[in-house]
């Protein structure tokens, strides 16, 4: 007979934080439960992906940090910005550029290793790095 009082929480701890590591790096904080900009989280052996889809930025528009176990991403329509100087508005305006931030929890010993904009797609990569201390190691037997 299976226990019911057993969770999914309890088998969290068998998985020595990878799965939980998942989870936290998915995690988004309140300021950015939006659904804009769009954003896939792709999982390897000991590294995270994130792409997140911005048509229409331009590299100069996009802000990066990584703070303290948090992972920020902005935006700042600088077009807005340029044509209010110009004295122009938009009509209408179908491709979305309007400002965002995204603030993702990293899990810990996550960083970020480099970050790419191509083609409306900016791709970040963080590398998992656990310190020497806390990998594993082979125990010789006397």
């Known amino acids: 007979m299976v226990n019911s009082l057993l ?3 309890d088998f969290d ?3 020595v934080g ?21 954003y896939n989280i792709i999982k390897g052996e000991d590294k995270y992906r994130i792409e997140m ?3 229409g930025w331009d590299r100069d528009s996009i802000k990066i940090t990584q703070d303290k ?5 902005e935006g700042v329509d600088k077009q807005e ?3 209010k100087a110009k004295g122009e508005r938009y009509l209408y305006k179908g491709i979305s550029g309007k400002t ?10 996550v960083n970020v290793s480099e970050a790419d904009f191509s083609e409306g ?5 963080l590398k998992v790095d656990p310190p020497e201390s806390e990998q594993p190691r082979l125990i010789n037997i006397n």
């Open 121 to 125: 797609m900016l791709t970040v990569n």
């Open 53 to 55: 889809g911005l048509a």
């Open 13 to 15: 701890r068998l998985f």
């Open 81 to 83: 910005i340029k044509n």
């Open 7 to 9: 969770s999914m929480t």
């Open 18 to 38: 990878w799965d939980r590591v998942h989870n936290e790096l998915a995690n988004i904080n309140g300021l950015s439960r939006g659904n804009y900009p769009r």
């Open 69 to 73: 176990g948090s992972l920020t991403i």
């Open 100 to 109: 965002f931030r995204k603030v993702f929890t990293l899990g810990e010993h």
